[in-house]
Structure formats: structure tokens, C-alpha cells
């Protein structure tokens, strides 16, 4: 059989592609594609976002391959042209199954299912694909057949079938790496340039299940790591096959096994990997020694989940930090010699809706007090499948159902105490609050970084002034 994986056409547009500039590998249906070629399977990918394919070229590739079986993959604001594409399909090639994968169908598969697709693999999909794809290619579509595969769903008549969930894979180094040699390797962007970065994922799962996030619940409340000695063996492979120059893990936490992070960098050093890398860490994971190992060890960039500056909203929606460890972590960096060798990213959280916008302020100020090098302001989102999601429902607070605006950077829902056009103006503030001040402009001058950046704070800052002469800021209304 022939199958054929891919992003919806035309999503280049959105928002979450158009305004970062970022360009990246899709890795999940990279690892899918491995593991069906691994059984013999000729499989194709179209990276639709990063060749900027439109429906009709879209349409001609697939047909050009034409496949038995074409498998989609959704985020939350991918879903409605996903869906459309899903249609257009169907009428250019009825005889082709249509399968959704992702975080979105997973939690909305009975949507998924009444917008075309014939089925849905819910949660981790490698193994839940293969398996499907045999028994499709043994019995087609048939109920029996499908009802013995683990982690779908399906239509059956008139009614929905979910078969039970398939157990997480135990052992992630039986894997097969991403199979990119089926992805425009040469094509893959930050902020509008090319970089030759290696992206790799070095885990799964995370226990605390934050109220908004939905990868506790996607990937499962356990961390899953691959052995360093693999990890380090596909970043050398790279390096080798494709120049790269830099690593990214998207890990959502690397920090949290230890043990881990010094074998992974003990393995790069005994292998010769000089290579500079960027990691996402908890402030609770992480204490001076672990902090100096990664800046003196390539690391250049640590991303640090930090979301507010109330410690009832912290704990509220499950984060289990505390604003004194926040405060420790940032003071040891100011303090330190090798606090200087690498970058440090805060994100912070604006929308939770028992805050006020006075609270909101607060946590700019905090982020302002903190100093990291760059910081990242975002509007809270209610995606499906996460305890925030019912919780808005339940209090009406959602007011925009259109999924290509659940990207986080507009808002969708409104709060007890403001409006959904206050957030949207907040989010302008803590922008213009923390990059527009003297002395981060001064720093970054200093660091001879400021040239890139500029232009983007300069376009922002004016959007910024001309909504200002039409609505006044949220906290001067009535």
C-alpha cells in the first residue's frame, strides 16, 4: 500500500506560520513515516506549511502519488482547512481513506469524523498507524477488523466506535528516527532565515498536567526518555547528513531526569558534538550546578515556563512551582560568570480568567523584575482536552469558536473581571512594557543583536500606537 502523510494545504496564512516566521519539521508524521517504511511501506510526506502549498497543488501532489490510505495531521488551528481539504479529497479521489491524527481529532474525534475523515488515531501514533494500515490493507474498512485495532475511531453506520487506548510505548529507543529524508530539509527557517537546525525529541509525557497544555493528556502524565547514547547518535547522524548547527529538544521539560541530562552531555563530549543547543527546563528542576553544567556545555538557550505572578494562579492551574523559586532561579543567573554564556526565555501567561487586569500588570512587572534575556507573552487558550477547556464551557466564558484562532496569540475567551478586547490590548502593553525599555535596548545594542530584532519591535510598536489612538488602554476604560 501507499501512503501518503500530510498538513493541511494553505495553512502557511495562519497566524501561528505567518507572524513567528517559523518554518519547522513535522516530526510526529516523520516518525510515523519511518516506522511504515521500516515494514515496507512507500510513504510520502508534504510539509504543506513550509513549501507554502496551496488546495490545487496540493491536490495534484497527492493525486500524482496517489495513495491507498492519506493521513492528516491536526493542531487545534489547522482543524477547519483540514477539514475542507478533507472535503475537496473526497471529491476529487472517493476511494481514498482519510485519516486524522494528532492532538485535535484525539480529543474531538467525533468532530473530525463528521467533517469527512473515515478515522481517527487518538494519542501516540506510530504503532497505532501500522497497525491500522495492515488491517486495512488485509480486511478495507471492515467494522471487525478496525474494532480490534487499539487507539481509534471510527464510524460505524450511523454510530461512532472508539476502540480502547493503546498502551504507551515503554522503550522509545525501538523507534526508527524521523524518517527526513521525506521532509525539505533545506527549507526549515527561525524568524524568516534559514538555519541548519537539528530538531530532536528526547521524551515524552509530563506528570503535572497544567490546567492549559495539553501534553500531560496527549503524550500521558509519565516521562518517557530515549537513552542518551541513542539521542546522541541522531544528533552526530545530523550533523553528518545534514550540517546542522544547531540542536533544538522539543521536550517540553529536559531537566527533569538528571541523570539524563549529564549522560547526554557527557555522550556529546566523548563524541566530539561541539555543538550549541536549546532546552526547555522547569525552575524547580534545576539548581546552580545543573544550571553551570548546561551554559559551560553548549547549551545557549533554557526556556522556562514562568506563566504569572500570583502564586494562587500557579497553583490553581496545577504548575507546582513557587514565585521564590522563579526569584532564586533568575537571581543565580544575574549572580554567576556563566550566566552570561547562554540566553534564558521566560513565558508568562495573560487571560486566566479569575485575574483582573490589574493582576496582569503585575505579572509584566514581574517579568520586567525578573529581566530574562527574551520574553514570551501569550493569551491563554482553551484547547480541547485540557481541564481549561470544560472549565470555560462550563462558566461560558468561550466566546470565539473559530479553531484558527486558538493560536495563543489572540484572544478567544473572556474573563470574569475583563473582556476578551481588554486581554487583547494587554498583550500589546506587555510587549511595548518589556521591549521598549531603555535598558533592553541598551543590552542588546551592547550585544550587537539588536538588528533583526528592531525592525520586528518598530512594526509592533507602530500596529501598537495606531490601536491606541482608537481604543484606550484596558485599564483607562469605564
Same mark, same amino acid.
Given at each position: 500500500?501507499?501512503?501518503?502523510?500530510?498538513?493541511? #494545504?494553505?495553512?502557511?496564512?495562519?497566524?501561528?506560520?505567518?507572524?513567528?516566521?517559523?518554518?519547522?519539521?513535522?516530526?510526529?508524521?516523520?516518525?510515523?513515516?519511518?516506522?511504515?517504511?521500516?515494514?515496507?511501506?512507500?510513504?510520502?510526506?508534504?510539509?504543506?506549511?513550509?513549501?507554502?502549498?496551496?488546495?490545487?497543488?496540493?491536490?495534484?501532489?497527492?493525486?500524482?502519488?496517489?495513495?491507498?490510505?492519506?493521513?492528516m495531521s491536526l493542531l487545534t488551528p489547522l482543524a477547519p482547512r483540514g477539514y475542507r481539504a478533507v472535503k475537496l479529497?473526497? +471529491?476529487?479521489?472517493?476511494? $481514498?481513506?482519510?485519516?486524522?491524527?494528532?492532538?485535535?481529532?484525539?480529543?474531538?474525534?467525533?468532530?473530525?469524523?463528521?467533517?469527512?475523515?473515515?478515522?481517527?488515531?487518538?494519542?501516540? *501514533?506510530?504503532?497505532?498507524?501500522?497497525?491500522?494500515?495492515?488491517?486495512?490493507?488485509?480486511?478495507?474498512?471492515?467494522?471487525?477488523?478496525?474494532?480490534?485495532?487499539?487507539?481509534?475511531?471510527?464510524?460505524?453506520?450511523?454510530?461512532?466506535?472508539?476502540?480502547?487506548?493503546?498502551?504507551?510505548?515503554?522503550?522509545?529507543?525501538?523507534? #526508527?528516527?524521523?524518517?527526513?529524508?521525506?521532509?525539505?530539509?533545506?527549507?526549515?527557517?527561525?524568524?524568516?532565515?534559514?538555519?541548519? $537546525?537539528?530538531?530532536?525529541?528526547?521524551?515524552? *509525557?509530563?506528570?503535572?498536567?497544567?490546567?492549559?497544555?495539553?501534553?500531560?493528556? @496527549?503524550?500521558?502524565? +509519565?516521562? +518517557? !526518555?530515549?537513552?542518551?547514547?541513542?539521542?546522541?547518535?541522531?544528533?552526530?547522524?545530523?550533523?553528518?547528513?545534514?550540517?546542522?548547527?544547531?540542536?533544538?529538544?522539543?521536550?517540553?521539560?529536559?531537566?527533569?531526569?538528571?541523570?539524563?541530562?549529564?549522560?547526554?552531555?557527557?555522550?556529546?563530549?566523548?563524541?566530539?558534538?561541539?555543538?550549541?543547543?536549546?532546552?526547555?527546563?522547569? $525552575?524547580?528542576? $534545576?539548581?546552580?550546578?545543573?544550571?553551570?553544567?548546561? !551554559?559551560?556545555?553548549?547549551?545557549?538557550?533554557?526556556?522556562?515556563?514562568?506563566?504569572?505572578?500570583?502564586?494562587?494562579?500557579?497553583?490553581?492551574?496545577g504548575k507546582k512551582i513557587r514565585l521564590e523559586q522563579i526569584e532564586r532561579v533568575f537571581k543565580w543567573r544575574k549572580?554567576?560568570?556563566?550566566?552570561?554564556? *547562554?540566553?534564558?526565555?521566560?513565558?508568562?501567561?495573560?487571560? @486566566? %480568567?479569575?485575574?483582573?487586569?490589574?493582576?496582569?500588570?503585575?505579572?509584566?512587572?514581574?517579568?520586567?523584575?525578573?529581566? %530574562?534575556?527574551?520574553?514570551?507573552?501569550?493569551?491563554?487558550? %482553551?484547547? %480541547?482536552?485540557?481541564?481549561?477547556?470544560?472549565?470555560?464551557?462550563?462558566?461560558?466564558?468561550?466566546?470565539?469558536?473559530?479553531?484558527?484562532?486558538?493560536?495563543?496569540?489572540?484572544?478567544?475567551?473572556?474573563?470574569?473581571?475583563?473582556?476578551?478586547?481588554?486581554?487583547?490590548?494587554?498583550?500589546?502593553?506587555?510587549?511595548?512594557?518589556?521591549?521598549?525599555?531603555?535598558?533592553?535596548?541598551? +543590552?542588546?545594542?551592547?550585544?550587537?543583536?539588536?538588528?533583526?530584532?528592531?525592525?520586528?519591535?518598530?512594526?509592533?510598536?507602530?500596529?501598537?500606537?495606531?490601536?491606541?489612538?482608537?481604543? #484606550?488602554?484596558?485599564?483607562?476604560? *469605564?
Amino acid at each position: 500500500m501507499r501512503i501518503l502523510l500530510t498538513l493541511p #494545504p494553505n495553512i502557511h496564512q495562519l497566524e501561528i506560520y505567518r507572524v513567528m516566521g517559523m518554518k519547522v519539521p513535522p516530526l510526529g508524521l516523520a516518525y510515523i513515516a519511518a516506522v511504515l517504511e521500516k515494514h515496507g511501506y512507500k510513504v510520502k510526506i508534504i510539509d504543506s506549511p513550509t513549501l507554502e502549498v496551496d488546495e490545487d497543488k496540493w491536490i495534484q501532489e497527492v493525486k500524482a502519488f496517489s495513495p491507498d490510505i492519506v493521513g492528516m495531521s491536526l493542531l487545534t488551528p489547522l482543524a477547519p482547512r483540514g477539514y475542507r481539504a478533507v472535503k475537496l479529497l473526497k +471529491r476529487e479521489l472517493p476511494d $481514498v481513506i482519510v485519516v486524522a491524527g494528532g492532538p485535535h481529532p484525539t480529543f474531538l474525534y467525533r468532530e473530525a469524523l463528521e467533517n469527512g475523515f473515515d478515522i481517527v488515531v487518538r494519542g501516540e *501514533g506510530e504503532l497505532t498507524t501500522l497497525e491500522l494500515v495492515k488491517a486495512i490493507e488485509e480486511r478495507g474498512l471492515d467494522p471487525e477488523a478496525l474494532r480490534r485495532v487499539k487507539g481509534i475511531a471510527f464510524k460505524d453506520k450511523d454510530s461512532i466506535t472508539v476502540t480502547p487506548p493503546r498502551p504507551l510505548l515503554e522503550d522509545l529507543d525501538k523507534l #526508527p528516527w524521523p524518517a527526513r529524508h521525506l521532509l525539505p530539509m533545506d527549507k526549515y527557517t527561525l524568524f524568516g532565515k534559514q538555519l541548519r $537546525v537539528a530538531h530532536v525529541m528526547a521524551s515524552r *509525557g509530563c506528570p503535572y498536567g497544567c490546567i492549559y497544555c495539553s501534553t500531560s493528556y @496527549f503524550w500521558g502524565r +509519565r516521562v +518517557r !526518555f530515549r537513552s542518551a547514547k541513542n539521542v546522541v547518535e541522531e544528533i552526530e547522524y545530523l550533523v553528518d547528513k545534514y550540517k546542522a548547527s544547531y540542536v533544538v529538544f522539543s521536550d517540553d521539560e529536559l531537566t527533569i531526569n538528571r541523570v539524563f541530562v549529564k549522560e547526554l552531555l557527557k555522550e556529546m563530549k566523548e563524541r566530539g558534538l561541539d555543538i550549541p543547543f536549546a532546552c526547555g527546563a522547569r $525552575v524547580d528542576h $534545576v539548581d546552580k550546578k545543573l544550571m553551570e553544567l548546561l !551554559f559551560k556545555n553548549n547549551c545557549k538557550t533554557i526556556y522556562f515556563g514562568v506563566e504569572s505572578a500570583s502564586q494562587e494562579t500557579l497553583d490553581r492551574i496545577g504548575k507546582k512551582i513557587r514565585l521564590e523559586q522563579i526569584e532564586r532561579v533568575f537571581k543565580w543567573r544575574k549572580e554567576a560568570e556563566w550566566g552570561r554564556e *547562554g540566553n534564558i526565555i521566560a513565558s508568562f501567561i495573560l487571560g @486566566f %480568567p479569575w485575574e483582573t487586569v490589574d493582576d496582569m500588570k503585575k505579572t509584566v512587572d514581574f517579568a520586567i523584575r525578573l529581566n %530574562p534575556d527574551y520574553a514570551q507573552f501569550t493569551v491563554l487558550t %482553551p484547547y %480541547p482536552g485540557t481541564p481549561l477547556f470544560e472549565y470555560a464551557k462550563k462558566h461560558n466564558l468561550i466566546e470565539d469558536w473559530d479553531w484558527e484562532h486558538y493560536t495563543t496569540l489572540r484572544p478567544v475567551m473572556r474573563g470574569f473581571n475583563f473582556t476578551i478586547r481588554q486581554l487583547e490590548r494587554m498583550i500589546k502593553y506587555a510587549y511595548r512594557r518589556f521591549y521598549l525599555r531603555l535598558s533592553f535596548i541598551t +543590552r542588546e545594542l551592547r550585544r550587537g543583536r539588536l538588528g533583526s530584532l528592531a525592525g520586528i519591535l518598530a512594526r509592533e510598536f507602530m500596529r501598537y500606537l495606531k490601536d491606541l489612538v482608537v481604543h #484606550p488602554l484596558p485599564w483607562r476604560t *469605564g
